[in-house]
């Protein structure tokens, strides 16, 4: 009888630590960008998400220059390729480079990547980017040597 008792009580203690996730937990998706074949998680600005009975909206009173500074400044090449890498398989990826003289240009992402500039100096990536359940604006920054 204590074996079928401890026996059920091993079920349960399985059952309890299965790693299926519970009904309304929410991973916010990550977002990445490589360079040089080492990844690094950019910092989320904007995130809002909504789907079902669940929603989720993170609005940031941080501006990109302060969001930049959360992130360890990338070091890359004058018109090297950097690839973005972003959760739960987005339906659109856009970027704007931002320069220290806080002027924007937008830059074509093209298969997941983009061109770095060719003239040396620091710049701001926006990455802005859209599910059907949301939206979420990633942000990174690189020193072109």
Do not use: H
Request: glycine letters at 8%.
């Amino acid at each position: 009888m204590i074996k079928v008792y401890l026996l059920m009580l091993i079920v349960i203690i399985l059952t309890g630590c299965n790693g299926i996730p519970v009904r309304g937990t929410f991973i916010q998706p990550e977002g990445k960008v490589i360079l040089e074949n080492n990844d690094y998680s950019m910092t989320i600005g904007e995130f809002e998400w909504k789907e079902r009975d669940f929603e989720v909206s993170n609005i940031s009173t941080s501006d990109k220059y302060e969001l930049a500074g959360e992130f360890t400044t990338l070091e890359g090449s004058g018109d090297g390729k950097l690839e973005i890498e972003i959760d739960q398989n987005p339906t659109s990826i856009d970027a704007n480079q931002w320069n220290t003289d806080f002027t924007s240009t937008t830059i074509e992402v093209k298969g997941n990547k983009i061109t770095l500039p060719s003239e040396k100096g620091y710049y701001i990536y926006e990455v802005i980017v859209e599910w059907p359940q949301g939206k979420a604006t990633y942000i990174f920054d690189i020193d072109i040597l």
